[in-house]
């Protein structure tokens, strides 16, 4: 008997694995790679919002647990996944310049909004300048993907087949899959749960976004900001992500010669360098209606779990919300209300 099967190894599952090997848990999981938001992400982490420079939600304090919970993977798997990264938001105009000051003179905001800068970056113009973040970065979260997926392997801990709903039978204490007995169940498939019987009257809109990955001979260290981001590809020097659309209708993850003339539209807006597109990706990011993630029990069988929603924000949020949700599971603690999938019980309005 396991104490858990989780269905989903995108960062919301990784992050769940953490949870169970830190109490010690004897479990299987789940992957199929019908999803791949978590692998094609560019995996920044920043706590502002910057169309408005206000804090995202509660990410001051989710981002220190979620760089906890990366620094803990990098001494297990001897590699280097964070990589602190400073975010130049190029400002537009006088206004934006005096909305900066003020904004990072606000509590929360002062420990990443820092100066205006008018060093020249390579490729781009910005006659107002750049408002710098610092604390900001990127996850190599598909490097961390892999090497979770080759230790779990390792440890027979890791099924790479469809998890088919329709096997699963479910017992007051205890869930029966195929041969595999466990206490509880988690179901982290990302947009995926659509698919998923037990869970798919929850609110998951689902949002695709689409990235280029470019060379060029410009040098820009900077993750630069304006109506598209230029990344670093962490892993490949002389390579940057360029990103992301967002398309609420279209929900497969094939990349469209629509959103690559989008970017690169953008893109020649901001960058005057010549550049090469290398490749494209596409994946459906798990957004919800109130933007908020998804955790909690099915409201029939306790011993079945979501752990989804995670939206435009995997990175910060994912450690978190994984750790309420095992917390509950396990200890009965509550979760934060805003999470919790019981604000969509219609008999509980
Ligand atoms: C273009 C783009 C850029 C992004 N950039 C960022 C960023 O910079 N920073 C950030 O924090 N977030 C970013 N995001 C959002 C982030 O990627 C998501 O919040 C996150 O990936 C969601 O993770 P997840 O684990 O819930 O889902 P997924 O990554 O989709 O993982 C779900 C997993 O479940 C598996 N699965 C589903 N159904 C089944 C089944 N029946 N059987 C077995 N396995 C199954 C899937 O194959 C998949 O591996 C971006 C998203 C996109 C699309």
């Given amino acids: 008997m396991y104490d858990y099967i989780l269905v989903g190894l995108g960062i919301a599952g990784w992050s769940f694995v953490r949870q169970l090997d830190e109490n010690r848990q004897n479990y299987i999981v789940f992957d199929n790679r019908s999803q791949q938001s978590t692998r094609i992400a560019g995996g920044m982490f920043n706590p502002v919002i910057l169309k408005r420079f206000t804090p995202a939600w509660k990410a001051h304090d989710m981002l220190k647990y979620a760089l906890l919970q990366f620094q803990k993977a990098e001494w297990q798997y001897h590699n280097k996944y964070i990589h602190y990264i400073d975010i130049y938001r190029k400002?537009?105009?006088?206004?934006?310049?005096?909305?900066?000051?003020?904004?990072?003179?606000?509590?929360?905001?002062?420990?990443?909004?820092?100066?205006?800068?008018?060093?020249?970056?390579?490729?781009?113009?910005?006659?107002?300048?750049?408002?710098?973040?610092?604390?900001?970065?990127?996850?190599?979260v598909s490097h961390l993907l892999n090497d979770t997926a080759?230790?779990?392997?390792?440890?027979?801990?890791?099924?790479?087949?469809?998890?088919?709903?329709?096997?699963?039978?479910?017992?007051?204490?205890?869930?029966?899959?195929?041969?595999?007995?466990?206490?509880?169940?988690?179901f982290a498939e990302g947009y995926g749960l659509k698919q998923?019987?037990?869970f798919n009257d929850l609110p998951l809109t689902g949002t695709k976004g689409e990235m280029l990955m470019i060379e060029t001979e410009a040098d820009i260290p900077y993750i630069i900001k304006s109506n598209v981001f230029i990344a670093p590809n962490v892993a490949q020097k002389g390579q940057y992500?360029?990103?992301?659309?967002?398309?609420?209708?279209?929900?497969?993850?094939?990349?469209?010669?629509?959103?690559?003339?989008?970017?690169?539209?953008?893109?020649?807006?901001?960058?005057?360098?010549?550049?090469?597109?290398?490749?494209?990706?596409?994946?459906?990011?798990?957004?919800?209606?109130?933007?908020?993630?998804?955790?909690?029990?099915?409201?029939?069988?306790?011993?079945l779990a979501v752990l989804?929603?995670?939206?435009?924000?995997?990175?910060?949020?994912?450690?978190?919300?994984?750790?309420?949700?095992?917390?509950?599971?396990?200890?009965?603690?509550?979760?934060?209300?805003?999470?919790?999938?019981?604000?969509f019980d219609k008999k509980g309005e």
């Fill in 308 to 343: 989804n929603g995670m939206g435009t924000r995997g990175v910060i949020l994912a450690p978190t919300v994984s750790k309420q949700l095992f917390q509950y599971l396990e200890f009965d603690i509550p979760m934060m209300k805003e999470i919790d999938i019981k604000r």
């Fill in 150 to 186: 080759a230790d779990l392997k390792k440890h027979q801990k890791l099924i790479e087949t469809d998890f088919d709903y329709k096997q699963l039978h479910i017992y007051p204490d205890y869930v029966s899959y195929r041969h595999i007995k466990a206490r509880k169940i988690v």
């Fill in 241 to 303: 992500y360029v990103g992301a659309t967002y398309n609420w209708d279209d929900k497969t993850n094939m990349p469209t010669a629509a959103a690559r003339s989008h970017l690169e539209s953008k893109l020649q807006q901001l960058f005057y360098k010549p550049y090469k597109v290398i490749s494209q990706k596409a994946g459906i990011r798990p957004t919800v209606i109130d933007r908020r993630p998804l955790a909690g029990k099915h409201p029939v069988y306790k011993n």
């Fill in 196 to 198: 998923n019987p037990f």
């Fill in 91 to 140: 400002l537009t105009g006088v206004e934006e310049q005096n909305n900066w000051i003020a904004a990072s003179d606000k509590p929360v905001l002062s420990e990443y909004m820092k100066e205006i800068t008018f060093e020249p970056v390579d490729g781009i113009d910005a006659p107002f300048g750049f408002g710098v973040l610092r604390g900001t970065g990127i996850v190599n």
